[in-house]
């Protein structure tokens, strides 16, 4: 993958939910290697379903998307092998509720990339540090805080070794005390130059780590700017809108 | 009248026979339960399959199997097929009506334990890249377990009992059995009960093992994983 061969592109992306719901409406986003992303909008404005779409848990109804330059959106595509490239995290952690978090971490190394029993704990041990959970591996998911939990969730996806990371409100379903512990671990992802396209209303994350911000409204990318003359300046009425409704005065 | 014979009923309770009778009915439950298990997964599966012409098939299937008494498929199966040329023996004919019938219950337990895992486990799974079949294994499957396991409890009890349909066809487990003895010594009530006692056993002997299995699968889930979260 060469650095100039942007990490996600978009083109022209449609899809329908039924013949009368247009979802996306002609959805063009290109994100460069080491670029965080954050995507906002009201809700119901397409934002969880375009990141599904990147990830390929979504198929588009015409339109192109391509992950490090393999296209997803073809039938040809082998869609497990690409999805094991990129990280997901979601609203409602879903780690699974029937295997310890050690287990968790493992199950993809293992069946997903053929790693070794001892290689795959040796990862998800020095994960499980890293986001601060060291000691709880033992654990069932439902014996964590939602903010450990979500910590997991982002280690389990790091284990995968991606390439890029997605996350849909990460932090929406925590506790207001349990939010930052989450976006510190994200914080320093970014800076360690992890790709990231973040969905989330959480405008202290973006203003700190966000390259540019994606506006969505009624499922079409209404504006696309640096994260300083998004929230600066909007360029268009929904988005100064949507901004006056989320930001504090 | 004759009243109740205790010396028959005594020689009865232990007549070896009957035990092996029992040994029977066990071994066709086991193999209800097995038959009916493997087939009835891949049912469900075909009952949520995306494909209108699968799910459908499937659905005619249980709509078949589940509408109409056990005694009359054994009977189609064993004492019509020869008409058309299909020829089974006693043995397979019990085995496959079990089987097919089982099934059909069967599925629609699995069915029910694979809807109950929430959708966003799949997406999960699929997000970390594992394929379908995988996704199946390692994660549906164990947490389907959880909700399926009660119900198939109760199944095994109810065809430990079911099994006794097949003496229609002669085939020959207790309740059949049974019927052979009282043919040869007419101690019908005695026959019967221990007949009866020989069920009783066997069912409660299962609740005891169902119970323990339960137990220990509340255990390997966590206590807050068995209450959901
Ligand atoms: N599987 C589906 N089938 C039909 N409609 C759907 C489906 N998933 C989502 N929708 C609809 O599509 C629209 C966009 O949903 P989406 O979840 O992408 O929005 P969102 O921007 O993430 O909203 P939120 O901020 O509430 O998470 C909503 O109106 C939603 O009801
Ligand atoms: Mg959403």
New interface residues.
Partial sequence: MSDAMPMFELQSVNKWYSPSFQVLKNCCLTVGKGEVVVVCGPSGSGKSTLIKCMNALEAVTDGRILVAGAEVTTPKADLPALRARVGMVFQSFELFSHMTILENLCIGQEKVLGRSREAAIAKANLLLERVGIAGQAGKYPGQLSGGQQQRVAIARALAMDPVAMLFDEPTSALDPEMINEVLDVMVSLAQEGMTMVVVTHEMGFARKVADRIVFMDAGEIVEVAPSETFFAAPQTDRARAFLSKILPH | MKGWNWQGFFEYLTNTYLFEGALVTLGLTAFSMTAGLILGFFIAVLRMSRFRILSTIASLYIWLFRGTPLLVQLIIIYTGLPQVGIKLSVIQSTLLGLALCEAAYLSEIVRAGITSV?R??V?????????EA?IMR??IM??AL?LIIPPLGNSVNSVLKTTSIASIISMEELLRRTQVLIQEKFLVLELFVVAAIYYLIMTTAWEFVQRRIEARLGKA??Q??M?G?
């Fill in positions: 929430p966003g486990q997406n999960a799974a699929r997000a970390i890249g594992m394929r995988q390692y994660v164990p947490q959880r889930y966590g807050s994983a209450t979260l």
